[in-house]
């Protein structure tokens, strides 16, 4: 039940963020801008709510309670951090840095916590050579991100700059570790969707890294599609835990639930 409400879900945001932005584009670019802060206000919103009541419906119990509140605490900073956005870019203060860089970075903080955290459950079936795999993977990438987006700018805008790539490349550790046990039948399909929002929200940040170094990104780039994603992929996955949890069976360990696989 808890995968077709999601899948439902998805079904219909993917392809209304799509439609949107990729319409609103061919029409003109102060439209994508338009439907891109919409859409953002809508799906944050949704995900922020969502990710309270699963915090209310699962506690704080336990580690996994604590997971579940890092989580929420990194969608929360995530939304000031858009509304922040939104009001500087209303008010065409777009001065860089911004406060809002504070709420992005602590966000990226609360996530590895979540994710390390509920990682250790499954601790079992991650041996050594799937981290060092990953970790080979991330680093041509990290240079790769810091080759492309290199900018001239003074000494703390250049530590600011260079620390998106670097918690991207970290953000990316847990999630592809979640993914893989996704595919290896160890978790089930609504939670893994935690790890591939933010393998789309990575993907999107080292997009919009990219075409901000080159002066073409603006608010409704399609780069911004697979950055609703991630909020929408997020939501759907919330969706799914709140089904669940009411059927996870508290007298067994959390990474061997028959609820989970």
Same mark, same amino acid.
Request: with cysteine; glycine share 6%.
């Given at each position: &039940?808890?995968n077709? #409400?999601s899948?439902?879900?998805l079904?219909i945001?993917?392809?209304?963020i799509?439609?949107?932005?990729?319409?609103?584009? &061919?029409?003109?670019s102060?439209? @994508?801008?338009?439907?891109s802060n919409?859409?953002?206000?809508?799906?944050?919103?949704?995900l922020?709510?969502?990710?309270?009541?699963?915090n209310?419906? &699962?506690?704080s119990?336990?580690?996994?309670?604590?997971?579940? !509140?890092?989580?929420t %605490?990194a !969608?929360?900073?995530w939304? !000031?951090a858009e509304r922040?956005?939104?009001?500087?870019?209303?008010?065409?203060n777009?001065t860089?840095?911004?406060y809002?860089d504070?709420?992005?970075?602590g966000?990226?903080g609360?996530?590895?916590?979540?994710g390390?955290m509920y990682?250790?459950?499954f601790?079992? #079936?991650?041996?050594r050579?799937?981290?060092?795999?990953i970790?080979l993977?991330?680093?041509?990438?990290?240079? !790769?991100?810091?080759y492309t987006?290199?900018?001239?700018t003074?000494?703390?805008?250049?530590?600011?700059?260079a620390s998106?790539?670097?918690a991207?490349?970290?953000m990316?550790?847990?999630?592809?570790l979640?993914?893989?046990?996704?595919?290896? =039948?160890?978790?089930?399909?609504?939670?893994a969707l935690?790890f591939?929002g &933010? %393998?789309s929200?990575?993907i999107?940040d080292y997009?919009?890294?990219?075409?901000?170094?080159?002066n073409?990104?603006?608010?409704?780039?399609?780069i911004?599609?697979?950055?609703?994603?991630a909020?929408a992929i997020?939501? =759907? =996955?919330?969706?799914?835990?709140?089904?669940l949890w009411?059927?996870i069976?508290?007298?067994?360990?959390?990474n061997?639930?028959d @609820?989970?696989?």
């Amino acid at each position: &039940m808890e995968n077709k #409400q999601s899948i439902f879900f998805l079904g219909i945001s993917l392809h209304v963020i799509v439609f949107a932005i990729i319409l609103s584009n &061919m029409v003109d670019s102060s439209y @994508a801008g338009f439907w891109s802060n919409s859409l953002n206000l809508v799906f944050t919103s949704i995900l922020l709510v969502v990710c309270i009541v699963n915090n209310f419906k &699962m506690g704080s119990r336990g580690k996994q309670g604590k997971a579940w !509140i890092f989580f929420t %605490l990194a !969608i929360a900073l995530w939304f !000031i951090a858009e509304r922040i956005w939104t009001i500087n870019e209303l008010t065409n203060n777009d001065t860089w840095p911004s406060y809002a860089d504070l709420f992005w970075l602590g966000g990226y903080g609360f996530y590895f916590m979540f994710g390390v955290m509920y990682l250790k459950f499954f601790a079992s #079936q991650i041996t050594r050579k799937n981290i060092l795999a990953i970790s080979l993977i991330v680093l041509p990438v990290l240079i !790769i991100v810091f080759y492309t987006t290199e900018s001239q700018t003074d000494t703390f805008e250049r530590i600011l700059s260079a620390s998106y790539p670097i918690a991207d490349s970290l953000m990316l550790i847990p999630s592809i570790l979640g993914i893989m046990l996704f595919f290896n =039948g160890r978790v089930k399909f609504s939670l893994a969707l935690l790890f591939f929002g &933010m %393998l789309s929200f990575v993907i999107a940040d080292y997009g919009f890294l990219y075409f901000d170094s080159i002066n073409e990104y603006y608010t409704g780039h399609l780069i911004d599609i697979p950055y609703l994603w991630a909020y929408a992929i997020f939501t =759907g =996955g919330i969706i799914g835990n709140l089904n669940l949890w009411s059927r996870i069976d508290k007298n067994k360990p959390f990474n061997d639930q028959d @609820a989970l696989r």
